[in-house]
């Protein structure tokens, strides 16, 4: 069955890094796009990344330029690099794919921004 598996949150202080990453298995990694989402307390679910297939990447305004959503088809592993981090930032953030109309997520990795 599918099955997404996030990891790499934690605590960081704003203007810091962290790198997340996304293990995929049970279904073909490498023809599926890819996103990561994000949600906060109290907010709405939201996209943050998406990279297809074929490696064409699309960002939210609000991380244009600080995050990079990258994939490993070797791996079959998706990742998320951010930078200049923010408190804003602040949420849980998801990977996700759709096989079809179905979609599918992980567990979720929390990402805390100390100011």
């Known amino acids: 069955q599918v099955q997404l598996v996030e990891s790499g949150g934690g605590l960081v202080q704003a203007g810091g890094s962290q790198r997340l990453s996304c293990a995929a298995s049970g279904f073909n990694f490498r023809i599926n796009a890819m996103a990561w989402y994000r949600q906060a307390p109290g907010k709405q679910r939201n996209s943050v990344a998406v990279i297809t297939s074929a490696g064409v990447t699309q960002y939210a305004d609000s991380v244009k330029g600080r995050f990079t959503i990258s994939r490993d088809n070797a791996k079959n592993t998706v990742y998320l690099q951010m930078n200049a981090l923010k408190p804003e930032d602040t949420a849980v953030y998801y990977c996700?794919?759709?096989?079809?109309?179905?979609?599918?997520w992980g567990q979720g990795t929390q990402v805390t921004v100390s100011s």
């Open positions: 996700n794919v759709y096989i079809g109309i179905k979609g599918y």
